[in-house]
């Protein structure tokens, strides 16, 4: 299976895109909307803001799809 690696995340707030490479030894907590400067968290349930507001879910979840990230 190969890893995207790359996500775009949407800003709930303001629903402003940009396309980021995610990290593949940790999990994104934090994410400061470069628009409004609205500070992402993961929504509850989630593990980080990639899998939350990304178009792609972090890698460790891409991975193994029945365990949550770190």
Same mark, same amino acid.
Request: proline fraction near 9%; glycine fraction near 4%; aromatic fraction near 8%.
């Given at each position: 299976? @190969?890893?995207? !690696?790359?996500?775009?995340? *949407?800003? $709930?707030?303001?629903? &402003?895109? #940009?396309?980021? *490479?995610? $990290? *593949?030894?940790?999990?994104?907590?934090?994410? @400061?909307?470069?628009?409004? &400067?609205? %500070? !992402? #968290? $993961? #929504? @509850?349930?989630?593990?980080? %803001?990639?899998?939350?507001?990304?178009?792609? $879910?972090?890698?460790? %979840?891409? !991975?193994?799809?029945?365990?949550?990230?770190?």
């Amino acid at each position: 299976m @190969e890893i995207i !690696l790359e996500s775009t995340i *949407t800003c $709930p707030n303001c629903g &402003h895109q #940009k396309e980021e *490479t995610m $990290p *593949t030894d940790a999990c994104q907590y934090f994410y @400061e909307c470069e628009n409004c &400067h609205q %500070v !992402l #968290k $993961p #929504k @509850e349930g989630d593990c980080c %803001v990639y899998c939350s507001y990304g178009s792609a $879910p972090c890698p460790p %979840v891409q !991975l193994d799809s029945d365990q949550a990230c770190c």
